[in-house]
């Protein structure tokens, strides 16, 4: 390593989308493993997007850096969402309270240099969960404490983590992360738990990321007016179908908008990224018609693998279920980490990609046809 390098970056291991090696060459794949939508956005919207970035976009010019027209857009779609949830009927939410990055993984950088650079404090986080956090926390070498959850339901361990809290010979914990639904084990936040989030002092951040929203029409955004120190992200990469275009935002206090807004680079969104959410906000109605048929063929595909007999299968708030094979009480971790790796793989040989993670296999819902083909696999490679 060249001496100007940090050093603990020598060894670092950074988010990889498709673990595990090479892809299969020359096999058409099911691409299970990064929980995207099954379809590209309808014709006549490429068509339109198309027409954009020929006759509209000046490629010569820097994009638009205030967003503004954008944030309006999402402005009235969260406002009409929470609307439809009879759970959140508060003060709507205004453009001052919304920052938008460059994926929400922009965004969650961006909250962890507001909150915690500088040691300031640690991030807490429950795994399993998503990796993002901890990974961009290592990279600004911020210290991350990670407590449990439950083997069973997935809640998060609310006495270690109440006692991380109180240790006082450590860093304070200044930001909590929790996705609603969680990733990889798809399952919502509890009463408890959020009973819990909401007796944190207002001197530490809690990041409450619905990346899933449109899946789980589960929201906390009614009560942000009266949490100064919560924020919500989403994004346009799941249900929205615009993975490629790199677009998510937080909603959050007027004050911590503020402040992601003056960190963040000045033309972060691409002016064809711009369009494309906002296409998708105007056609928004289209573009979640297609949830109904997922949230139907997650359902059909868990009971078929539960079918199986072979599976331990999770109810699922999302888009993708979280499954492992019934392991015997006296297999090792190590040994189950073997056979998921296994599993995986056997799959990965065959085209169906999915995500060995968090001590289970995720898996996408895909297209009827894909998810045929999970089923299929997966029942013979866990059976045989
Ligand atoms: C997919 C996902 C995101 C989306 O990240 P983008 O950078 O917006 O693509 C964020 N959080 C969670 C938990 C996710 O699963």
Not at 108 to 123: E, F, H, K, T, W
Not at 163 to 177: C, E, F, G, K
Not at 210 to 231: C, D, H, I, K
């Amino acid at each position: 390593m060249l001496d100007f390098l940090r050093p603990e970056l020598a060894d670092f291991s950074g988010y990889r989308s498709h673990p595990g090696g090479e892809l299969p060459a020359g096999l058409a794949l099911d691409r299970l493993d990064t929980n995207e939508s099954p379809y590209d956005l309808p014709p006549a919207l490429k068509a339109k997007l198309s027409q954009v970035l020929s006759d509209v976009i000046e490629s010569n010019r820097y994009p638009d850096g205030t967003h503004q027209t954008l944030k309006q857009a999402i402005v009235e779609y969260v406002n009409e969402s929470c609307v439809a949830i009879a759970n959140s009927t508060t003060a709507a939410i205004t453009p001052d309270q919304i920052s938008i990055g460059n994926g929400s993984d922009e965004l969650i950088r961006s909250l962890l240099i507001a909150s915690c650079l500088g040691d300031r404090g640690r991030v807490l986080v429950a795994e399993p969960t998503f990796s993002m956090y901890a990974i961009l926390a290592k990279t600004l070498a911020i210290p991350v404490t990670t407590i449990g959850r439950s083997d069973k339901t997935f809640e998060i361990d609310l006495a270690a983590a109440r006692a991380t809290l109180s240790d006082d010979s450590l860093p304070p914990v200044r930001a909590i992360w929790v996705v609603h639904p969680n990733s990889p084990t798809a399952n919502p936040l509890t009463a408890a738990e959020l009973n819990w989030l909401r007796g944190m002092s207002n001197d530490v951040l809690v990041v409450i990321d619905e990346a899933y929203f449109e899946f789980s029409q589960r929201t906390v955004v009614g009560e942000l007016s009266q949490r100064p120190n919560w924020v919500v992200l989403r994004t346009f990469s799941k249900a929205f179908r615009l993975a490629a275009h790199r677009v998510g935002y937080a909603i959050a206090h007027p004050d911590v908008a503020a402040t992601l807004e003056r960190i963040r680079l000045p033309y972060n969104l691409p002016s064809l990224t711009q369009a494309a959410a906002q296409t998708a906000m105007a056609c928004r109605r289209d573009l979640l018609n297609v949830i109904g048929e997922v949230l139907g063929e997650r359902e059909r595909l868990s009971a078929r693998l539960r079918a199986t007999g072979a599976l331990d299968v999770w109810d699922s708030h999302a888009n993708f279920i979280y499954a492992r094979p019934k392991f015997s009480i006296d297999q090792v971790t190590t040994d189950r980490e073997a056979r998921l790796a296994s599993l995986a793989a056997t799959l990965k040989a065959q085209g169906t990609l999915i995500r060995h993670t968090g001590g289970g296999l995720r898996i996408t819902v895909g297209s009827p046809a894909e998810n045929e083909r999970t089923v299929d696999r997966l029942s013979q490679a866990v059976t045989s």
